[in-house]
């Protein structure tokens, strides 16, 4: 019988909504799964990226902090005050004073601008240098062999000993010090790059342009660059996180800033001499170290999460 019959019998003769004799209608089939809801806005992006959202409150609230040093306190971090120095944390210096009388709370605050700078410079110098590293020496062959076997060899050398050889090449600022931590990073970013880049130059759309005649600067931009983006990102944040380390490891052995400027490395090696008595002079800007480091770590974990597909929770 046709679909009209079944749909309004016109076609037998009938009325319109009435079934021919002998046929029976179907029983409508209960819904076995639950509706779909949409959940868009503020909420449901959090809902959906709880690590995303952690992390990135805790790393704006540093970056606030950074920024507005100035209006949260009202003291010189670089004051001296030999009568009222080593204090305990109190209304008058919230986190204590240090060996020399200086405020510890002003000096925290001023530090979060040394390491988030150091952190975030560090991770576009170098996420830019090894982008192009990795582009180059995984799409061509030739200069494969060259490039890959210098990133190995400072591969090969720890990050730490590699930044504290090339400070000891430089006097101490924070300009050397984001400098010497970027070449230490530069080989770990240039062969994730390459990695990428190797497994995208045998997919078919890659092999295509190829065939067409398109010239490879051009199939790099187009078909190789916007598929290294998403595990880039993933990767700045933790070398923006091993930055901040890295500082303040150099700052706390004395191969970093200079001890005038106020950074979390600093005030924790002025205070290691005094631990056992005065505990607080290091532990809050290791406490705030932390904190933007744990921040940093969620960010880039939760942005993993988000964008590999494999790595989704739901479809």
């Not at 090969?156 to 101490?172: E, F, Q």
Request: proline share 8%.
């Amino acid at each position: 019988m046709s679909t009209a019959t079944f749909q309004g019998g016109s076609a037998a003769g009938l009325p319109p909504g009435t079934l021919p004799p002998g046929v029976n209608a179907a029983v409508p089939m209960r819904d076995i799964m639950p509706p779909v809801r949409a959940r868009g806005g503020v909420f449901g992006f959090i809902r959906r990226n709880p690590t995303i959202a952690i992390g990135g409150f805790l790393v704006f609230l540093m970056v606030f902090i950074a920024v507005f040093a100035p209006f949260l306190t009202s003291k010189d971090p670089t004051a001296l005050a030999p009568a009222l120095r080593t204090r305990e944390p109190s209304a008058q210096f919230w986190f204590g004073s240090d060996m020399l009388g200086r405020d510890i709370y002003s000096r925290v605050l001023y530090g979060a601008r040394v390491s988030l700078t150091v952190g975030f410079a560090v991770a576009i110098c170098a996420s830019a240098i090894g982008l192009f590293i990795g582009l180059v020496s995984g799409f061509i062959r030739v200069a494969d062999s060259i490039i890959m076997r210098i990133m190995d060899g400072m591969m090969s050398i720890p990050s730490i000993l590699l930044a504290i050889a090339l400070m000891a090449l430089t006097r101490g600022s924070v300009g050397n010090v984001v400098l010497a931590i970027t070449i230490a990073e530069i080989p770990r970013v240039s062969r994730l790059v390459r990695g990428v880049v190797l497994s995208l130059r045998e997919q078919p759309y890659v092999d295509a342009a190829v065939a067409s005649g398109t010239r490879t600067p051009m199939i790099i931009i187009r078909h190789i660059l916007p598929n290294t983006l998403a595990p880039l990102t993933v990767q700045a944040t933790y070398i923006c996180a091993s930055a901040m380390i890295t500082e303040a490891i150099l700052s706390f052995i004395g191969a970093g800033t200079p001890p005038i400027i106020p950074s979390w490395g600093n005030i924790m090696a002025e205070g290691r001499a005094l631990w056992q008595v005065k505990p607080y002079i290091v532990f809050f800007p290791a406490l705030f170290l932390s904190i933007t480091v744990l921040a940093v770590n969620l960010l880039g974990d939760g942005l993993r999460d988000a964008l590999d597909p494999r790595m989704a929770k739901r479809l």
